[in-house]
């Protein structure tokens, strides 16, 4: 099956009615290679045929939605990141012993929430909030349980181990302490209102599919949500390369930073 740039632009257009997510805004080789697979798995002659499909149930849109999302995560994933984050960053924003809020941006099932939790409630007194938002509903419900697969737990430090997470045939789950700083809820990137006022952002590993006119327009949003002195952190093979212009700093690679009020530095990490 070959659809023509027409087909595409049909499919993208009555998806975007229905859900209010523009496919446009993804890269093109990469979101078709992915949709031509669903449409192949559900054994549809074109994509119209896939849509009408799709179109019949709200289950089989969750089905989609959940298929294009890119899952992969752990606890602490990259754990020397971590390490700046517990050593460096949070204690410059939360110095003066205010609480943080924070934002998991394509929070997937929880897993860089709760690892943003575990440090902020071991050593950092304070009122803290971590907000993760996905498009996946699916999982999100996962985030909300708090469960998470051996595989998930391999880069956890012992000392928050043994402390925030009980293991139960091969399954392990968050302690009850963490809830009350975590919220999870749904939203599209490209297209809901952000909320303003975050003191770190972090969407890491989400931008991949996207085109380089929405990121640079996510990035910009991102900049605006956060508070003076506030930091956006990226994936580690992930760059923002306008950072100057939409007015961050790079104080440490992949983090970026806002400018107080009235602050110019321009520092770039080497």
Not at 167 to 185: D, I, M, N, R, V
Request: hydrophobic share 40%; net charge positive; with cysteine.
């Amino acid at each position: 099956m070959h659809p023509s740039p027409g087909d595409w632009n049909q499919f993208y257009s009555q998806f975007l009615r229905k859900t209010g997510i523009d496919l446009a805004l993804y890269k093109p080789s990469q979101l078709q290679r992915r949709i031509l697979s669903m449409v192949e798995q559900q054994g549809c002659k074109d994509l119209a045929a896939f849509y009408q499909w799709m179109n019949s149930t709200p289950a089989n849109v969750e089905w989609f939605l959940d298929k294009m999302a890119i899952n992969v995560s752990e606890l602490f994933r990259n754990p020397e990141k971590w390490a700046e984050i517990e050593n460096r960053v949070l204690p410059e924003l939360l110095g003066k012993g205010k609480g943080l809020r924070a934002w998991s941006a394509g929070c997937s099932y929880g897993a860089e929430a709760h690892s943003l939790a575990m440090i902020l409630h071991a050593n950092f007194r304070g009122v803290h909030s971590v907000l993760g938002t996905d498009i996946d509903t699916a999982a999100l419900n996962q985030a909300r349980s708090g469960e998470f697969s051996d595989a998930d737990v391999r880069c956890v430090p012992d000392k928050y181990k043994r402390e925030y997470l009980r293991e139960s045939q091969g399954k392990w789950t968050a302690q009850p302490s963490l809830k009350g700083l975590l919220k999870f809820q749904r939203q599209n990137l490209l297209a809901d209102r952000f909320e303003q006022g975050f003191d770190l952002i972090m969407c890491r590993n989400v931008v991949i599919y996207f085109t380089d006119e929405a990121k640079d327009k996510l990035y910009q949003r991102f900049f605006d949500s956060l508070a003076p002195g506030g930091y956006l952190w990226v994936g580690s093979t992930e760059r923002v390369f306008k950072a100057q212009d939409l007015g961050f700093e790079t104080p440490l690679p992949f983090f970026y930073r806002k400018p107080l009020m009235g602050q110019k530095l321009w520092r770039t990490a080497s």
